[in-house]
């Protein structure tokens, strides 16, 4: 069975020493479209929108801490515990999902103390925009032929020629895919609900999907951690089942609110 050959330069444009990333281009300009997603929003909701100037950078700022502490520390611990300052040469490579996750969540709360916003207001509105900007990273990690799949001989599977020649589980479109699925259904929710409901089963429903997505999906890709467990369970697993339980208490609490509330 022929399938798909995947040999796409991971660099869009160089000139001498420097290079510009089909990643770094893509993940640039999924802020860039979300800053404008999260404009629409506090225009059409007639807010204040003086706190988008410096979100931008907090939240780039909090998703890159948090995305490369966590990997080091979860994925490549006992390298980077010998290695500690390691930690800071980011050129090569290594984010985890997960830690930028915490990392936006904890800068949009530093922002929202400053600004005095309502920080489950701006939470729920920048759901939307993590999923798309999630979405994007995932095709970034397609064109540089990293986060493998298993081998299959499924027709759409795809041999990554700059690892191996091995036909694979495309995983990083099943989530680029998978995340837009979801980008769209919050973005409904978002304008077909009340602004009191969407603030709170927005964040609740972006954890759920978001992570459990990222479960299932782990089935079809290779390891990534260096380490070894016993465990069945893969550390993008592990990481993912405490959001997933978070994200369900909540919308049960959020749900239960709402018809008291009613």
Same mark, same amino acid.
């Given at each position: 069975?022929?399938?798909?050959?995947?040999?796409?330069?991971?660099?869009?444009?160089?000139?001498?020493?420097?290079?510009?990333?089909?990643?770094?281009?893509?993940?640039?300009?999924?802020?860039? @479209?979300?800053?404008?997603?999260?404009?629409?929003?506090?225009?059409?909701?007639? =807010?204040?929108?003086?706190?988008?100037?410096?979100?931008?950078?907090?939240?780039?700022?909090?998703?890159?801490?948090?995305?490369?502490?966590?990997?080091?520390?979860?994925?490549?611990?006992?390298?980077?515990?010998?290695?500690? %300052?390691?930690?800071?040469?980011?050129? =090569?490579?290594? %984010?985890?999902?997960?830690?930028?996750?915490?990392?936006?969540?904890?800068?949009?709360?530093?922002?929202?103390?400053?600004?005095?916003?309502?920080?489950?207001?701006?939470?729920?509105?920048?759901?939307?925009?993590?999923?798309?900007?999630?979405?994007?990273?995932?095709?970034?990690?397609?064109?540089?032929?990293? @986060?493998?799949? %298993?081998?299959?001989?499924?027709?759409?599977?795809?041999?990554? *020629?700059?690892?191996?020649?091995?036909?694979?589980?495309?995983? *990083?479109?099943?989530?680029?895919?998978?995340?837009?699925?979801?980008?769209?259904?919050?973005? /409904? @929710?978002?304008?077909?609900?009340?602004?009191?409901? /969407?603030?709170?089963?927005?964040?609740?429903?972006?954890?759920?999907?978001?992570?459990?997505?990222?479960?299932?999906?782990?089935?079809? =890709?290779?390891? *990534?951690?260096?380490?070894?467990?016993?465990?069945?369970?893969?550390?993008? *697993?592990?990481?993912?089942?405490?959001?997933?339980?978070?994200?369900? @208490?909540? %919308?049960?609490?959020?749900?239960?609110?709402?018809?008291?509330?009613?």
């Amino acid at each position: 069975m022929q399938h798909l050959i995947w040999n796409v330069n991971p660099v869009m444009l160089e000139i001498g020493s420097f290079k510009i990333h089909w990643y770094g281009i893509l993940f640039a300009t999924s802020f860039v @479209i979300g800053l404008f997603i999260l404009t629409w929003m506090y225009k059409r909701e007639k =807010k204040n929108a003086d706190i988008l100037n410096y979100l931008l950078l907090y939240t780039f700022i909090g998703a890159a801490v948090g995305a490369r502490l966590v990997h080091c520390l979860f994925y490549e611990p006992n390298y980077y515990l010998a290695n500690p %300052l390691e930690i800071l040469d980011i050129r =090569k490579g290594g %984010l985890a999902s997960h830690g930028g996750m915490v990392g936006v969540l904890i800068a949009l709360w530093f922002l929202t103390k400053y600004y005095k916003e309502s920080y489950t207001w701006l939470i729920a509105r920048f759901t939307i925009v993590g999923i798309f900007t999630a979405a994007a990273i995932r095709v970034g990690n397609f064109m540089n032929s990293e @986060i493998l799949g %298993l081998p299959s001989n499924l027709p759409w599977a795809i041999v990554f *020629q700059r690892v191996d020649t091995v036909p694979r589980h495309p995983v *990083q479109l099943y989530e680029a895919l998978a995340y837009l699925l979801i980008f769209i259904l919050l973005l /409904s @929710i978002y304008l077909k609900a009340k602004a009191s409901t /969407s603030t709170k089963i927005l964040p609740p429903l972006f954890l759920i999907t978001l992570f459990g997505t990222r479960f299932f999906i782990e089935y079809a =890709k290779t390891r *990534q951690a260096t380490y070894v467990t016993d465990l069945p369970l893969t550390t993008g *697993q592990m990481l993912s089942i405490p959001f997933v339980i978070i994200g369900v @208490i909540w %919308l049960i609490l959020s749900l239960r609110s709402n018809k008291v509330g009613a």
